[in-house]
Structure formats: C-alpha cells, structure tokens
C-alpha cells in the first residue's frame, strides 16, 4: 500500500514535555512537509525538507524541530516551547520531477495537551 | 509577499444549482495555482491544477492573472461535494505551497 503515513492518530501531550509526530513516505519522493491545520486559519507551512539531511523553517517553526536523516522519514517533534499545540497536524511529500509540486498528504495526527 | 485569500468560510448551496468559490492570489511571479479538498473522514487531496486545465469531477477553474484570481467553478453542485476545499499557490521553484484558509462547501438536497 503506497503512500504516506501518519502515527499516531491521536496523541496527548503533558504540559513541558515534548512529544514526536511520525510521517513516513515510500511514493520516492525528496520534498516532505509539515503543515498545521486550525480552524479558519487553513495549512500553515511548520517545516519543510527538499532533499536528505536538508531542511527549512516554514513561517510557524517556532516551537517545532524536525529531522530528516531518511528519504522516507520525516519526524516532526513539538517541544515545551511550542505553547499552542494542540491542532491537527498533516504531512505531505512531492516529488521533484515531471508531475512534481502535486503534494501528497497523509491522514494527519490530531494533537491534544492534557 | 505571496498571500492566498479565499474569501468565504461557508457556502452553503443546494443540490442542482451553480457552485462557485473565490480564490485571489497575490504574487510577484509567473503564478501555478492548485485547488485540493479534504471530504469528511478523507485526506487532503489534488482537485485540480490549473496548468493541466482539466474538468475534475464537473469543477473547472481558469487563471485570470489581471484579476489575479483562480475561482473554482461546477455549473451543478450534488451532494458529495460538501467537503473543505483550499486554493494554493507555488511559492518557489521547489513546490513549496501556499495555501488559503480554506472555503467549506455544504450541498444541501
């Protein structure tokens, strides 16, 4: 079954402590992202990677890191410093060449703080 | 700056009749617009892209760069279309994506 996952479906964070948002991909493709969705405020751009071992802050990095040592993988950590955490998190990836810029999302991760 | 504006939260429209959603860009460059929506218990995904100017499930949606605007439009709305739609603008030469705060379209019978 090809495409991109997302784990987990739900998770619960505790107040000062960080928390991992898995994203795995195997379409092949360079480019993944993480978008934050709230209501009325749409996709905002968290971060992004273009290729292995690269990545970019996107306009609400604040309060988020990632990684990218995988071409498959691109985890997605909310740190204590992240002080609004709680929304619907998606992934997504595309590819770089003929037919790229579509991107691909997963079924997101829905982050809640207890 | 690139900035997408989708200008209503709701549409609410009954089953039969015209459907129309707005979509204004703000962009320095050569613009590559996107629409993608996201049905209820379903992921976010490509409707149509306006280089390939297709019809994609009766909805159609031309670039008007004077207006600076990609409306997406289907002459007769059922009901399966209620679903969040998001207009989206190329923000680089990578794919990076711009998108808007998204319109939810409600088909009622």
């Known amino acids: 079954d090809g495409g991109i996952t997302q784990s987990p479906k739900y998770l619960f964070r505790k107040e000062g402590q960080n928390v991992t948002l898995s994203c795995e991909q195997n379409?092949?493709?360079?480019?993944m992202y993480w978008y934050r969705q709230d209501p009325g405020q749409g996709l905002r751009l968290i971060y992004y990677?273009?290729?292995?071992?690269?990545?970019q802050k996107g306009d609400i990095a604040e309060g988020y890191s990632v990684s990218r040592e995988k071409k498959e993988s691109f985890p997605l950590t909310v740190t204590s410093a992240q002080k609004n955490p709680t929304a619907f998190y998606l992934c997504?990836?595309?590819?770089?060449?003929?037919?790229?810029?579509?991107?691909?999302f997963g079924a997101g991760t829905r982050l809640s703080v207890l | 700056a690139q900035r997408v504006t989708q200008p209503e939260k709701l549409l609410s429209v009954f089953k039969g009749a015209p459907v129309e959603l707005k979509c204004n860009y703000s962009?320095?460059?050569?613009?590559?617009l996107f629409w993608y929506v996201q049905y209820s218990r379903q992921r976010l995904q490509l409707l149509l892209r306006?280089?390939s100017r297709e019809s994609i499930k009766g909805f159609t949606a031309d670039l008007n760069k004077g207006e600076t605007s990609f409306h997406l439009k289907k002459p007769f709305a059922q009901e399966e279309d209620s679903a969040m739609y998001y207009c989206?603008?190329?923000?680089?030469?990578?794919?990076?994506?711009?998108f808007g705060a998204g319109t939810q379209v409600v088909v009622t019978p």
């Open positions: 306006h280089i």
């Open positions: 379409l092949n493709h360079d480019a």
């Open positions: 997504a990836s595309s590819s770089s060449g003929l037919g790229g810029n579509i991107q691909y």
């Open positions: 962009y320095s460059g050569s613009p590559e």
């Open positions: 989206a603008l190329k923000a680089d030469s990578w794919g990076k994506l711009q």
């Open positions: 990677s273009q290729i292995v071992n690269d990545f």
